[in-house]
Nanobody
Framework: QVQLVESGGGVVQAGDSLRLSCAASGLTFNNYAMGWFRQAPGKQREFVSAISWTGGTTTYTDSVKGRFTISRDNAKNTVSLQMNSLKPEDTAVYYC??????????????????????WGQGTQVTVSS
Protein backbone atom coordinates (compact mmCIF):
# COMPACT_ATOMS: atom_id res chain seq x y z
CA GLN A 1 0.00 0.00 0.00
CA VAL A 2 0.98 3.61 -0.38
CA GLN A 3 2.96 5.10 2.48
CA LEU A 4 4.20 8.63 2.99
CA VAL A 5 6.49 9.03 5.98
CA GLU A 6 7.61 12.46 7.13
CA SER A 7 10.70 13.13 9.19
CA GLY A 8 12.87 16.02 10.30
CA GLY A 9 10.54 17.92 12.60
CA GLY A 10 11.65 19.23 15.94
CA VAL A 11 11.86 22.13 18.35
CA VAL A 12 13.93 25.10 17.24
CA GLN A 13 14.30 28.79 18.00
CA ALA A 14 13.13 31.62 15.80
CA GLY A 15 15.59 32.19 12.97
CA ASP A 16 16.77 28.59 12.87
CA SER A 17 16.40 26.13 10.01
CA LEU A 18 14.90 22.69 9.61
CA ARG A 19 14.72 20.29 6.70
CA LEU A 20 11.67 18.06 6.43
CA SER A 21 11.72 14.94 4.32
CA CYS A 22 8.97 12.68 3.07
CA ALA A 23 9.72 9.16 1.90
CA ALA A 24 7.15 7.62 -0.43
CA SER A 25 6.58 3.96 -1.13
CA GLY A 26 3.97 1.84 -2.85
CA LEU A 27 3.44 4.26 -5.72
CA THR A 28 5.10 5.31 -8.97
CA PHE A 29 6.58 8.45 -7.49
CA ASN A 30 7.23 10.36 -10.70
CA ASN A 31 3.50 10.17 -11.52
CA TYR A 32 2.67 12.26 -8.49
CA ALA A 33 2.73 15.93 -7.69
CA MET A 34 3.79 16.36 -4.08
CA GLY A 35 2.68 18.92 -1.56
CA TRP A 36 3.42 20.09 1.95
CA PHE A 37 0.65 21.28 4.22
CA ARG A 38 0.56 22.31 7.86
CA GLN A 39 -1.97 22.45 10.63
CA ALA A 40 -1.62 24.52 13.78
CA PRO A 41 -3.71 23.78 16.89
CA GLY A 42 -7.28 24.97 16.44
CA LYS A 43 -6.75 25.87 12.79
CA GLN A 44 -7.55 24.27 9.47
CA ARG A 45 -4.91 22.48 7.47
CA GLU A 46 -3.29 24.95 5.11
CA PHE A 47 -1.23 24.72 1.96
CA VAL A 48 2.50 25.42 2.24
CA SER A 49 4.18 24.33 -0.98
CA ALA A 50 3.86 21.97 -3.93
CA ILE A 51 6.10 20.57 -6.64
CA SER A 52 5.14 19.04 -9.97
CA TRP A 53 5.89 15.42 -10.83
CA THR A 54 9.00 16.39 -12.79
CA GLY A 55 10.14 18.92 -10.22
CA GLY A 56 10.11 21.64 -12.82
CA THR A 57 7.36 23.71 -11.26
CA THR A 58 6.97 24.78 -7.65
CA THR A 59 4.65 27.06 -5.74
CA TYR A 60 4.50 28.46 -2.22
CA THR A 61 2.04 30.18 0.03
CA ASP A 62 2.94 33.84 0.43
CA SER A 63 3.95 33.56 4.08
CA VAL A 64 6.84 31.18 3.32
CA LYS A 65 8.10 32.58 0.00
CA GLY A 66 11.80 33.30 0.18
CA ARG A 67 12.22 31.20 3.33
CA PHE A 68 11.11 27.68 2.32
CA THR A 69 12.29 25.60 -0.61
CA ILE A 70 10.63 22.43 -1.86
CA SER A 71 12.55 19.83 -3.83
CA ARG A 72 12.21 16.22 -4.89
CA ASP A 73 14.43 13.32 -5.83
CA ASN A 74 12.55 10.96 -8.12
CA ALA A 75 15.35 8.40 -7.95
CA LYS A 76 14.97 8.17 -4.16
CA ASN A 77 11.19 8.70 -3.98
CA THR A 78 11.60 11.60 -1.61
CA VAL A 79 10.36 15.17 -1.34
CA SER A 80 11.94 17.70 0.99
CA LEU A 81 11.08 21.06 2.45
CA GLN A 82 14.00 23.25 3.49
CA MET A 83 12.75 25.78 6.01
CA ASN A 84 14.94 28.74 6.85
CA SER A 85 14.40 31.80 9.04
CA LEU A 86 11.70 29.99 10.96
CA LYS A 87 9.14 32.03 12.86
CA PRO A 88 6.88 31.09 15.80
CA GLU A 89 3.91 31.26 13.42
CA ASP A 90 5.42 28.36 11.46
CA THR A 91 4.67 26.10 14.42
CA ALA A 92 2.40 23.29 13.23
CA VAL A 93 2.20 19.67 12.27
CA TYR A 94 3.56 19.39 8.74
CA TYR A 95 2.11 16.84 6.33
CA CYS A 96 3.26 15.68 2.94
CA UNK A 97 0.72 14.63 0.36
CA UNK A 98 0.67 13.04 -3.08
CA UNK A 99 -1.63 13.73 -6.04
CA UNK A 100 -1.63 11.41 -9.02
CA UNK A 101 -1.35 13.09 -12.40
CA UNK A 102 -3.39 10.20 -13.80
CA UNK A 103 -6.45 10.76 -11.64
CA UNK A 104 -8.65 13.75 -11.04
CA UNK A 105 -8.14 17.26 -12.39
CA UNK A 106 -4.91 17.95 -14.20
CA UNK A 107 -3.19 20.39 -11.87
CA UNK A 108 0.56 20.86 -12.04
CA UNK A 109 1.08 22.11 -8.48
CA UNK A 110 -2.16 21.52 -6.57
CA UNK A 111 -2.92 23.67 -3.56
CA UNK A 112 -6.27 22.28 -2.44
CA UNK A 113 -6.26 19.49 0.13
CA UNK A 114 -9.18 17.78 -1.64
CA UNK A 115 -7.07 17.18 -4.75
CA UNK A 116 -4.55 14.99 -2.98
CA UNK A 117 -4.90 11.21 -2.90
CA UNK A 118 -2.49 10.21 -0.16
CA TRP A 119 -1.29 11.77 3.08
CA GLY A 120 1.43 11.14 5.60
CA GLN A 121 0.99 11.09 9.35
CA GLY A 122 2.72 14.40 9.91
CA THR A 123 5.75 15.69 11.78
CA GLN A 124 5.67 18.36 14.47
CA VAL A 125 7.58 21.60 14.01
CA THR A 126 7.75 23.92 17.00
CA VAL A 127 9.44 27.30 16.76
CA SER A 128 10.03 29.17 20.00
CA SER A 129 10.50 32.91 20.18
Amino acid sequence: QVQLVESGGGVVQAGDSLRLSCAASGLTFNNYAMGWFRQAPGKQREFVSAISWTGGTTTYTDSVKGRFTISRDNAKNTVSLQMNSLKPEDTAVYYCAAKSRLRGPSVLVPQRTALYHYWGQGTQVTVSS
